[in-house]
C-alpha cells in the first residue's frame, strides 16, 4: 500500500477500527531500568546526539501491561492508484556538481557510523526487554509509558502524551505504531521497529514503522528502522537520529510494486517537519518499487515548513523529491548523500522537484559522501 493509496486505505481502516477496536486498560508492575539509565530518563546520560533532548517528562514511568482489543478490526482493503515516482527516467535530472571548497565539502565519508551518522550501534533499545505477544494493541491511557516491551504486534495509539522508549516492536500488521487523528504528543524513543516479511496485510507486505495519521507533531529519536516500505510516514514531526535500513520491496494489494521510502510526506500539512541527523537508506531497486529516501510529495496539498539538516542519505529512484513547484519553507541544509546504490545517491539523480523559486526555501552546502558539493535542477 503506497502513500497515495494509503489515505483511503487509512480513511477505511479508522472507520472500522473505531467501530471494532475496544479500550485496553493497562496496570502492572515497572522494569527496572540500567544503572546508568534512570526510569525517567528520555536519553540515558551517557548517550550524544545532535538533536535537542525532549521536553517534559513522561506521566508514568517504568513498562505498564496491556491486553489486545477484544477484536482485531477487519483488514482495509486498498485499490491501486498512481503513485508519484518514475516509472520511466524522469525528466528532471540533478547530479552532483564541483563548486567552491568549504568546511563541509572536504571530508569524505566512508560509512554513516564512521562519519557520525546513527546506525546500528547507537540506536534501539539500551535496556534489557521482557517478551510481549500483544497482537493487535489499542492503546487509550493518557500519559502511558512503554517501556522495556519486546512486542510482538502492533500499537494503535488513541490517547495523549504516550511514549514507547527502550523497546522493540515485530509487526505484521500495517504499522508498527500508529497516531491516531485527534491525539497528540506521542514519543518512540531508543526503540527497534521491524516486520516478519511475507506476513504483512498488504498482500504479505508491512506499510509503516511510524505513522502519524493527525496535525499534531510526534518524536521519534533514536530508532533502529528495518523491513517497512513506507517507513516513517507523516507530514508534521521530529525524526532525529534514527537508522532506517533494509527497506523489503513487496508486490501490494494493488498488483503494483509497492513505491519505497525510509521517510514519506505527502503534503498539505499544517506543522512543521523536522528530519535531522538520521542515516536514512532506502536499497530498493528501480525495478522492485524504488521511490526516494526521502519522499515530500504534494499528493494531499501543497509541501511545507520542511527541514531537512544534517542526514546520511543513500537510495531510492532519486534520493530526495524536494516538494514541488509550490513547496515553501523547505531547508535542505548539510546533507551527505551517498553513493553506496547509485553514483548519484538515487538511481536518476540526487534531487528532483526542487522549488528553487519558493518562499523560504534553502539549499545549502549539501554535497556527496566523496566531498562534492550539490546543486540542483530546479522543478521542471
Known amino acids: 500500500m503506497s502513500w497515495r493509496l ?15 477496536v475496544m479500550g485496553v486498560g493497562c496496570s502492572g508492575s515497572h522494569d527496572s531500568a540500567s544503572p546508568d539509565c534512570p526510569k525517567g530518563a528520555q536519553t540515558c546520560p551517557a548517550s550524544a546526539s545532535s538533536a535537542a533532548p525532549s521536553t517534559g517528562p513522561p506521566t508514568t514511568a517504568g513498562a505498564t501491561t ?35 571548497k568549504s568546511p563541509a565539502a572536504r571530508t569524505a565519508c566512508a560509512s554513516p557510523g564512521a562519519c557520525g551518522f546513527p546506525d546500528a550501534g547507537t540506536t534501539g533499545p539500551r535496556t534489557p526487554l521482557k517478551p510481549h505477544k500483544t497482537g493487535y494493541l489499542a492503546v487509550r491511557t493518557n500519559g502511558l509509558v512503554i517501556r522495556g516491551w519486546d512486542i510482538t504486534g502492533s500499537l494503535d ?22 497516531l491516531r487523528p485527534g491525539y497528540h504528543g506521542l ?34 529519536g533514536w530508532c533502529d528502522v528495518s523491513v517497512f516500505g513506507d517507513a516513517l510516514a507523516m507530514g508534521q514531526g521530529n525524526l532525529h537520529d534514527n537508522y ?14 509497492q513505491h519505497t521510502n525510509a521517510v514519506i ?12 541527523h538520521n542515516t536514512l537508506l532506502n536499497p530498493t531497486s528501480l525495478n522492485q518499487g524504488a521511490s526516494g529516501s526521502i519522499g515530500l510529495f504534494a499528493d494531499s496539498g501543497v509541501v511545507r515548513n520542511v527541514t531537512v539538516d544534517h542526514n546520511w542519505i543513500a ?16 531547508k535542505v541544509t548539510d546533507n551527505v548523500f551517498s553513493t553506496q546504490y547509485h553514483p548519484a545517491s538515487g538511481g ?30 530546479p522543478s521542471s
Do not use: C
Request: charged share 15%; glycine share 16%; net charge neutral.
Open 6 to 20: 494509503s489515505r483511503s486505505s487509512r480513511a477505511g481502516l479508522l472507520l472500522t477500527a473505531l467501530v471494532a
Open 66 to 100: 496491556g491486553s489486545p482489543a477484544a477484536s482485531t478490526p477487519p483488514t482495509p482493503k486498498p485499490t491501486a492508484t498512481p503513485k508519484p515516482t518514475a516509472t520511466g527516467k524522469p525528466p528532471a535530472t540533478a547530479s552532483p556538481s564541483g563548486g567552491p
Open 157 to 178: 495509539i488513541y490517547a495523549n502524551d504516550v511514549t514507547v522508549i527502550d523497546s522493540r516492536i515485530t509487526s505484521d500488521n500495517w504499522w508498527g505504531v500508529n
Open 187 to 220: 514519543r518512540v524513543l531508543h526503540s527497534t521497529i521491524t516486520a516478519v516479511p511475507g506476513k504483512g496485510p498488504d498482500n504479505g507486505g508491512v506499510d509503516y514503522a511510524v505513522s502519524n495519521m493527525g496535525t499534531s507533531s510526534i518524536e521519534v
Open 244 to 257: 532506517v535500513h533494509d527497506i523489503a520491496p513487496f508486490i501490494n494489494k494493488g498488483g503494483e510494486w
Open 265 to 276: 510526506s505527502s503534503g498539505g500539512n499544517t506543522g512543521q517537519l523536522i528530519i535531522r
Open 315 to 330: 537510495g531510492g529512484a532519486y534520493a530526495l523529491y524536494g516538494g514541488d513547484t509550490g513547496a515553501t519553507g523547505i
Open 348 to 377: 536518476y539523480g540526487t534531487v528532483a522537484h526542487w522549488n528553487a523559486g519558493g518562499a523560504g526555501n534553502v539549499w545549502s552546502n549539501n554535497r556527496m559522501s566523496d566531498g562534492r558539493l550539490i546543486q540542483p535542477e
